[in-house]
C-alpha cells in the first residue's frame, strides 16, 4: 500500500460526460502528479501540483482540468467525455517537487466511457 | 525529443536466468533516470534510479547500466524469478527543471517461467 488513494475505483460514464477523480496523498507529501495510462499511449505524464499551485503540465487536454485543495487532495475533472479518454488514471505523491523525490502511486482509477 | 524509446515489448525468461531491458533518449537535457514496476491491478512503485554521473547502480538483484555518450540505459534482473513478473517502466527527467514531470518509456511485460 504506497498511502496514496484514489476514488472511485471503477468509473462508466457515456460520451459527453462529465466525471471527477478524487486524490489523496500519502500524508507529508506536498506534490500531488496526474498520469494517464493507457495502452495506446503508454504512461502519460498530464499535471503536477505542488502546495496547490500548479507545478508542471503535459500533455493534459483542454477538456481535462485539476485542482490541489488547502487540505492536499487534488481532483481531476474530465469533461465532454470522448471514447478515447477510456484509460487508468494513476495519482501520484511526492514530499518535494522535483522529479528526484520518489512518486508513490495510488491504485488508479478505471475509466471507461461509452 | 521528449520520447523515451523502451525495448523490448515483451520479454519471457526462464527463472534464475537476466531479465534485460532497454532505454534510449534524445533529449540531453535528462539527468534522472528511475525505473518503475507495476503488477497487475496495481499502480507503478519505484525500482531503482540512477543519475548520469554513474555508470552503474546495483541494488539487490536489479542493476541499471548507463551509457551516457550512447543515450542508453538498461536494466539487468539477476537471477529472474516468477515474483518478478511485471510491467516495467523506463523514465527520464531533468532535475533542474523543478518539477516532478517523468516521460516514460512505452513499457515492457516481463514474464518469469518457473
Known amino acids: 500500500d504506497s498511502g496514496v488513494t484514489q476514488t472511485p475505483k471503477h468509473l462508466i460514464t457515456a460520451t459527453g460526460q462529465r466525471v471527477t477523480l478524487r486524490c489523496s496523498p500519502r500524508s507529508g507529501d506536498l506534490s500531488v502528479y496526474w498520469y494517464q495510462q493507457s495502452l495506446d499511449q503508454g504512461l502519460q505524464f498530464l499535471i503536477q501540483y505542488y502546495n496547490g499551485e500548479e507545478r508542471a503540465k503535459g500533455n493534459i487536454l483542454e477538456r481535462f482540468s485539476a485542482q490541489q485543495f488547502p487540505d492536499l487532495h487534488s481532483e481531476l475533472n474530465l469533461s465532454s467525455l470522448e471514447l478515447g479518454d477510456s484509460a487508468l488514471y494513476f495519482c501520484a505523491s511526492s514530499v518535494a517537487a522535483t522529479s528526484g523525490y520518489e512518486q508513490y502511486f495510488g491504485p488508479g482509477t478505471r475509466l471507461t466511457v461509452t | 525529443q521528449q520520447q523515451v524509446k523502451q525495448s523490448p515489448q515483451s520479454l519471457i525468461v526462464q527463472k534464475g536466468g537476466i531479465s534485460i531491458i532497454n532505454c534510449a533518449y534524445e533529449?540531453?537535457?535528462?539527468?534522472?533516470f528511475p525505473w518503475y514496476q507495476q503488477f497487475p491491478g496495481k499502480g507503478p512503485a519505484l525500482l531503482i534510479a540512477i543519475r548520469p554521473d554513474v555508470s552503474e547502480k546495483k541494488e539487490g538483484r536489479f542493476t541499471i547500466s548507463f551509457n551516457k555518450s550512447a543515450k542508453q540505459f538498461s536494466l539487468h534482473i539477476m537471477d529472474s524469478q516468477p515474483g518478478d513478473s511485471a510491467t516495467y517502466f523506463c523514465a527520464a527527467s531533468t532535475l533542474s527543471s523543478n518539477t516532478g514531470k517523468l516521460i516514460f518509456g512505452q513499457g515492457t511485460t516481463l514474464q518469469v517461467k518457473p
Open positions: 533529449n540531453t537535457a535528462f539527468d534522472y
